[in-house]
């Protein structure tokens, strides 16, 4: 009973027979400032137009022209990711980023862009991964069958890794925020001491939620990296 009480709050909440996600989904997009039509703009878009662009370069650095394509795709889902999983830390809120079908549904379609980019740009190169040069003929069918499997896992892993810091993070967040406000009138000291983990647990979580979205993206420019 304890493990569905604490597990509840990853159920995606419905209003009114309206599945809240989509409004989840929905809402990132609203906070971010539309383009002015002037020379001088405010500081909160020059932050976010600085922000785009330093992160924009530093992804596409490794990436030839073909790959600079993505540029827009890879910079919406960055900040895509990074909003859900930042709002999702606030109190009251759903993150849909901590439900694994979405991420699959996120990491399977762009995973098979890079492969199917690969297939028709560079297919001699493509399939050259499955059996490396010189490789001895009795191991040539178990090298082709464990290549395939770690091709066809790389999306699984895409959304099993975010989806699993997101929920243990919440997980412990949860627990120790129950701890601190169990212990509040039996022993007040430990119960500060257990707030001031939970603050810095909190910290944490902000940077794991920014780290994650990075390295969402960041792995999905590597696949991208070798299709084209």
Known sequence: MMATSLFDQFISPILLGIPLIALAFVLP??????PAHRWITNRLLTLQNSFVGTFTAQLLKPLNMGGHKWALILAAL???????????????TFTPTAQLSVNLGLAVPLWLATVLIGMRNQPTKSLAHFLPEGTPIPLIPILIIIETISLFIRPVALGVRLTANLTAGHLLMHLISTAAYSLLCLMPTVAILTTIVLFMLTVLEIAVAMIQAYVFVLLLSLYLQENV
């Open 78 to 92: 960055m900040l895509f990711l990074m909003s859900l999983n930042m709002l999702g830390l606030l109190p009251y």
């Open 29 to 34: 997009w609203l906070l971010f400032p539309a």
